[in-house]
């Protein structure tokens, strides 16, 4: 599976917007773009996922960019109930995309 | 509301001892997973289901066990033979097996210690 990079930890204030960013320079042109995140003692929650173009949903935004080496989770209003990890995952469409292959992460802190 | 079930939330095993996590899915999903997530670890798969009365394993399938009798359900047995078994287990499911494009569903989890 291709390989993503994301920055250990970052932190917001609560109730502004928080970019979370993704670096997947590897990825092939079957690779979607999917984002997860963990909330202590939990399980992981579906976010989000694309494959060229920008994505919204009720929970976020994903904005994907133009070559797809790079992707950005966009977060509009945090609140504490959004500090968990965040991660950036390529999954394969076409083939065996069995499983899920989480990296490191992005730690999110919320400060109110 | 539709969503996957494990259980127990906690778990104790003794040592020489079987012991069985539940997991149920009311989602109509074909796919189920079982992962591993020890402390500051990513997840890795121990076995994987894409439909009923089939099941594959994943990287770590040693010392576990699974059945699929019903689409609903995947029961992981964590045998004897598994030497290290303490950790946090993760049941999740899918649309569809195999496709990049479907996005997995997690229960909550079964944390599973030694005695």
């Known amino acids: 599976d291709a390989k993503t990079t994301q920055p250990n930890s970052m932190e917001s204030n609560e109730e502004e917007p928080v970019h979370l960013p993704c670096n997947h320079s590897?990825?092939?042109?079957?690779?979607?773009i999917h984002w997860y995140r963990q909330l202590p003692s939990q399980g992981p929650e579906y976010v989000i996922h694309?494959?060229?173009s920008n994505v919204n949903n009720r929970m976020a935004s994903l904005a994907i960019a133009e070559d797809r080496k790079s992707s950005t989770l966009i977060l509009h209003r945090a609140t504490l109930r959004d500090a968990a990890v965040y991660y950036c995952?390529?999954?394969?469409?076409?083939?065996?995309?069995?499983?899920?292959?989480f990296g490191s992460g992005t730690q999110l802190t919320v400060l109110p | 509301d539709g969503g996957i079930t494990q259980s127990p939330k906690y778990l104790f095993r003794k040592e020489g001892q079987n012991v069985t996590l539940s997991c149920e899915q009311n989602?109509?999903?074909?796919?189920m997973y079982w992962y591993r997530q020890d402390p500051g670890q990513g997840l890795r798969l121990i076995y994987y289901?894409?439909?009923?009365?089939?099941?594959q394993k994943g990287d770590i399938a040693e010392g576990y066990s699974v059945s699929r009798e019903k689409k609903e359900s995947f029961p992981l047995t964590v045998t004897s033979a598994q030497k290290n078994p303490t950790a946090f287990y993760l049941c999740?499911?899918?649309?569809?097996?195999?496709?990049?494009?479907?996005?997995?569903?997690f229960g909550d989890g079964t944390r599973l210690s030694i005695l």
């Open positions: 989602l109509n999903h074909d796919a």
């Open positions: 289901s894409q439909i009923v009365n089939d099941f």
């Open positions: 999740a499911s899918s649309i569809e097996p195999l496709r990049g494009n479907q996005p997995q569903h």
């Open positions: 590897t990825i092939s042109g079957t690779d979607y």
């Open positions: 694309g494959l060229t």
């Open positions: 995952i390529l999954r394969d469409v076409s083939g065996s995309a069995r499983q899920l292959t």
